[in-house]
């Protein structure tokens, strides 16, 4: 069943990380999670991109688990399975394999142990529409990049680590990083890559250290033709100092998201 409106508006407008639009409709059908079936839950069915998701190929569709003033719907996936009882506890996390392309599983309602090494950190989410936090500091090696007011919103919709475009400049000058015209990316010495400092969030008190090996990706395309990338972006300067942690530091990272009681996780993930 297609829902022409729905609190007086006639359709989905989405944006990603990267400047990816959606548009689409909300409709209402059978959905399964896993093992668990719903009758007549409500979903967003794309209509139109602006980037090419490969459906068939490496996916079935997009799972937003946003927070709940920014649902298509009203309320997010996650919320229907607790409310309904399906969920041992209000949490959920990702673990993304950094070795293999689009390999990685999404936990709803427990928090895997095994998917982590060290202490998890919990530290309270300051936003209503991201999953936002406070951050104490940035480092990378011995030289400080942020203080005080920077700000992290963890977001598996963003490919990249993203980061006032000051600030991103910053490492790219410690890191001796070249820039080719037109292309955003910037490259580095693949033969310095174990001289390379870590990457170093400080969350309430803990630090959480990217090594060079988690923010750099090497790509091999024969003898001699070794090419090494960074993976961040820098953007205009925000109002706020503000950083998105995306898809490429879950790969590093376990973050638990704790929709009950309004914090995040952090701990180094155990690839």
């Known amino acids: 069943e297609i829902l022409a409106e729905r609190e007086g508006s006639s359709g989905i407008n989405a944006e990603y990380g990267g400047g990816v639009t959606l548009q689409g409709r909300l409709a209402i059908d059978q959905i399964e999670v896993g093992d668990v079936t719903f009758e007549n839950k409500m979903f967003g069915e794309i209509i139109s991109s602006s980037f090419d998701f490969n459906f068939n190929d490496l996916f079935d ?3 937003g688990l946003g927070r709940s003033k920014t649902s298509a719907t009203g309320v997010p996936i996650q919320h229907i399975l607790l409310s309904e009882g399906k969920l041992d506890d209000a949490v959920f996390s990702f673990s993304i394999n950094p070795t ?6 999404l936990i709803i309602g427990e928090v895997d142990h095994g998917r ?12 209503d529409t991201k999953w ?3 951050m104490d500091s ?3 090696g011995d030289t400080n990049i942020c203080t005080g007011s920077c700000k992290a919103d963890f977001s598996t919709g963003v490919e990249l680590i993203v980061g006032p475009n000051s600030q991103v400049e910053a490492i790219y000058k410690i890191l001796e990083a070249t820039a080719i015209p037109a292309v955003a990316i ?6 310095k890559m174990h001289t390379y400092p870590s990457l170093t969030f400080t969350v ?3 630090k959480v250290p990217l090594t060079p090996q988690d923010y750099i990706t090497k790509t091999d395309f024969g003898p001699g033709r070794e090419f090494c990338t960074l993976n961040f972006l820098g953007l205009e300067e925000p109002q706020e100092e503000k950083w998105i942690l995306g898809a490429i530091a879950h790969r590093s990272l376990y973050v638990v998201y704790n929709f009950g009681l309004n914090q995040i996780g952090l701990a180094k993930a155990a690839n």
């Open 186 to 191: 910037r490259f580095v010495d693949c033969k």
């Open 138 to 140: 940035i480092d990378i």
């Open 204 to 206: 309430n008190g803990n």
């Open 116 to 127: 982590y090494t060290g202490p998890l950190s919990w530290t309270r989410v300051i936003s």
């Open 100 to 105: 293999k392309p689009h390999a990685g599983d």
């Open 132 to 134: 936002e936090v406070n």
């Open 61 to 63: 569709g997009l799972i």
